[in-house]
Nanobody, 130 residues
Framework: EVQLAESGGGLVQAGGSLRLSCTVS?????????IGWFRQAPGKEREGIGF???????????YYRDSVKGRFTISSDNAKNTVYLQMDSLNAEDTAVYYC???????????????????WGQGTQVTVSS
């Protein structure tokens, strides 16, 4: 059974940083995989932030939505089956519940379409105070 668990959320002042973790069980990072990060602010639809996609050949693709480029960084520690979302220069508009997700196929597109993802974590709250 594939399970994802986010951690690292909390309250931070505007301009501050947080690092979220997504720990995965049920498959290992030595095969094709993709992990996406999404967020959902109160009263808004869930939106994709970016993803990391890894192939057995060693190719790594990391993609971000335009609004977080230069502020957010996705990385992975394959030995720990964990993906990270480093968030810098946070502002009030970044306040949301953050989710990580994975597709059954191990492959996703740059559409950041949540329907491409089959497995979801429970989410972690990030609150940025202004």
């Amino acid at each position: 059974e594939v399970q994802l668990a986010e951690s690292g959320g909390g309250l931070v002042q505007a301009g501050g940083s947080l690092r979220l973790s997504c720990t995965v069980s049920g498959f290992t990072f030595d095969e094709d995989y993709a992990i996406g990060w999404f967020r959902q602010a109160p009263g808004k639809e869930r939106e994709g932030i970016g993803f990391i996609m890894y192939s057995e050949d060693g190719d790594v693709t990391i993609y971000y939505r335009d609004s977080v480029k230069g502020r957010f960084t996705i990385s992975s520690d394959n030995a720990k089956n964990t993906v990270y979302l480093q968030m810098d220069s946070l502002n009030a508009e970044d306040t949301a519940v953050y989710y990580c997700a994975a597709p059954y196929s191990g492959v996703v597109t740059t559409e950041l379409n949540l329907y491409e993802y089959d497995y979801w974590g429970q989410g972690t709250q990030v609150t940025v105070s202004s």
